[in-house]
């Protein structure tokens, strides 16, 4: 099941933060940012670092998609 970050990026874009922000603030790695720079699975772990940081709820930094509304690169 596909999932979508777009959330997420445009909160940061709201909270006036990069993703170098969130990194240093929430203390998850470069490589979880860069898979969800993909669009790919990453822990709950993660997420809920994310949302402590942001003070939000998973709901509002991700969703799942269905498969056709996905561009293919």
């Known amino acids: 099941m596909p999932i979508s ?3 997420l990026w445009k909160l940061l874009i ?6 170098t ?6 203390g998850i790695s470069f490589n979880v940012l860069a898979k969800m720079g993909k669009n790919e699975f990453v822990s ?3 997420l809920h670092k994310i949302c402590l ?6 709901g ?8 056709g509304d996905i561009e293919q690169s």
């Open 21 to 26: 922000d969130l990194k240093d603030a929430s």
């Open 53 to 58: 940081t942001l003070k939000c709820d998973v």
């Open 44 to 46: 709950m772990e993660s």
């Open 60 to 67: 509002d930094i991700m969703e799942f998609v269905d498969e």
């Open 5 to 7: 970050y777009d959330k």
């Open 14 to 19: 709201d909270k006036k933060m990069n993703r």
